[in-house]
């Protein structure tokens, strides 16, 4: 009988595919940290994010992880 993975394991899976897109919005936000606001690095983050639903959609095969998609979405679980 499989284990059942925690929605920890999923998103450390999901986000550990994103290291290039987490790399940029990182530097994006240190470039200036003491001045950080809305939307600074809206771009950046808007890929990280896309590239962290991607993977974790790729990583769904049984379904597990589709209320964390959602909210991450922005949409109503």
């Known amino acids: ?6 929605p920890i394991e999923k998103f450390a899976e999901a986000i550990a595919k994103c290291s ?9 936000i240190s470039a200036n940290y003491q001045n950080v606001h809305k939307d600074m ?8 994010k896309d590239c962290y639903l991607a993977s974790l959609r790729t990583t769904n095969a049984n ?10 979405a922005g949409q109503k679980a």
Do not use: D
């Open 20 to 28: 290039p897109e987490g790399a940029v919005y990182g530097k994006c």
């Open 63 to 72: 379904g597990f992880g589709t209320n964390i998609e959602q909210k991450a």
């Open 1 to 6: 009988m499989p284990t059942r993975t925690r």
């Open 41 to 48: 690095c809206a771009k950046e983050f808007m890929l990280l």
